[in-house]
């Protein structure tokens, strides 16, 4: 068995960028969309580098005609991307 001190882990900062827009055509009608990027976290374990670097995006559209006040309807994508080959 390996003890906490026999051993030396460290993982790289994740960072996340963030984008958001939105335009009212007119009064009770309007359009929002919105974007994120996360990239880095990869850990280290003893000098040796894991394959576990995140590089991710998150985007949706938000359409919003407020006939019936409770009408919102979202469509969202996140594709994940994994790339253990990432230096």
């Given amino acids: 068995m390996i003890s906490s001190a026999e051993w030396c882990a460290s993982k790289t900062p994740l960072a996340s960028f963030q984008a958001n827009a939105s335009y009212t055509f007119r009064?009770?009608?309007?359009?929002?969309?919105?974007?994120?990027?996360?990239?880095?976290?990869?850990t280290t374990v003893d000098s040796?580098?894991?394959?576990?670097?995140?590089?991710?995006?998150r985007y949706g559209v938000t359409p919003l005609d407020s006939l019936i006040d409770a009408a919102v309807a979202q469509v969202r994508r996140q594709p994940g991307r994994h790339d253990p080959d990432r230096v």
Avoid at 27 to 42: E, I, Q
């Fill in 27 to 42: 009064p009770r009608l309007w359009l929002s969309a919105g974007w994120t990027h996360y990239t880095g976290g990869r």
């Fill in 48 to 57: 040796v580098r894991k394959s576990d670097w995140q590089d991710n995006d």
